[in-house]
């Protein structure tokens, strides 16, 4: 199979600010698609990517339902139904079990998974009008194995995967594929989190996670970017309700 293409196709990537979303717009821009890049607010940054790649910004919070309602109302009016949606944010604090503030324990399971349960229950009429669709949900390693003071974060990354299995089964006969990836430690500013908990400088931190990968190394969003595009290739369709780990052999285990 050649690399996909998504000439003329609408692709809603949330948390596109910065880093792995950044990316994967660019990279789907690269492929010919259109591009709507999303995040919480409008910013420099967000309007410089979508300048960047001939794309469209598509602002909210995406916690918020009514906001993630408005958005994908708007980009149908605007630019047309979205046919890839890559749900890509993410929220993370961390803090000891007995500790965490439940206002803030809440924030991170509204952002992760209910945001994307929002994303999802509002682009899914276009795509039954076009009578498909590709959904690729971002989780991620923690949400495989869990994190120690990370409860909220992996939990959400859990729900995401159920999230994917279920829907799946739901979806898939409609010709509306879901499936989801599973990064382990990639280079990207959230790492800042991991070393500001941590109390030491992020490049100490890149080497202690490198430290327990068998390729020696973290990884690139590059590489996220490549398998969430093929996931989202509409010439794969056999490939459903599955989670992709992207780790570096760090977790080899089914999800």
Known sequence: MTSPRFDGKLVLVTGAAQGMGSVI????????ARVAVNDRQADERLDALASKIGGVTAVADVSDPQQVSDM???????????????????YMTMNSFLDYDADEWWRVIDTNLGGTFSLIQNVLPGMRRQGAGRIVVTSSIWGVCGWPEATAYSASKAGLISLVKTLGRELGPENIV??????????TPQLQVDADAAGMPLSDMHAVYAEGIPLGRIGQPIEIAATIAMLADFRLRSLVGQTIQINGGEIRSRV
């Open 25 to 32: 717009a660019q990279h789907f821009a690269s492929l010919g």
């Open 72 to 90: 994908i109302a708007k980009l149908k009016s605007d630019v047309g139904d979205v046919d890839v949606l890559v749900s890509n944010h993410a």
């Open 178 to 187: 879901v499936n989801a990836v599973a990064p382990g430690v990639i280079d």
